[in-house]
């Protein structure tokens, strides 16, 4: 999610969440991340931002970021380098980009790719990263489709690769 507070606001509010789990609802194959900003704008989608972060292995932390968000009809960019104010020092990069296209009036292409890295600043070395796909259609505030996760865990980088269906749904 990615809202100004009103249309000409400098303050947003962006929100980018993972979630994961296994059909035999095993708790060790649950991974779950959260990173929450309120951010001002500086200059043509240039801005800084604070909120907080959650993930399965540090927990909560209070973070810092740069954001760079660009956003047409048909494209969604969003870089943003942060960094948590907690004894793991994390230093993260997320970047994600959308495309977007209209096929016919009511349907779009949907095409997502993601990416996350994180590395424990405190004891250099790689905690957490990912690099996620989504291909697919668009109907109205739902997108549906192919998906793939490649996830790595930890510094020697556990690899755990998902593959399946997604289903979306954009809060407006």
């Known amino acids: 999610m990615n809202k100004h ?4 606001s400098k303050f947003s509010f962006l929100s980018v969440t993972s979630f994961e789990s296994t059909y035999n609802n095993d708790i060790n194959n649950l991974d779950f991340i959260n990173n929450s900003l309120v951010g001002y704008e500086i200059y043509k989608g240039f801005g800084i931002a604070a909120g907080l972060s959650v993930n399965r292995v540090s927990g909560l ?5 740069l954001e760079y968000v660009f956003v047409n009809k048909e494209i969604l960019l969003v870089i943003t380098p942060t960094y948590h104010l907690s004894k793991s020092k994390n230093a993260e990069i997320l970047a994600l980009i959308e495309y977007k296209p209209r096929l016919t009036e009511k349907l779009k292409l949907y095409s997502r790719f993601q990416t996350l890295y994180s590395h424990n600043s405190e004891e250099n070395h790689h905690e957490r990263s990912y690099i996620q796909f989504r291909l697919g259609l668009g109907m109205g505030n739902y997108q549906f489709g192919l998906a793939t996760n490649l996830d790595y865990y930890g510094p020697t980088k556990v ?10 749904h954009n809060f407006k």
């Open 5 to 8: 507070f009103e249309p000409a």
């Open 61 to 65: 932390a209070p973070i810092v970021a």
């Open 159 to 168: 690899s755990k690769d998902n593959y399946g269906l997604f289903l979306r």
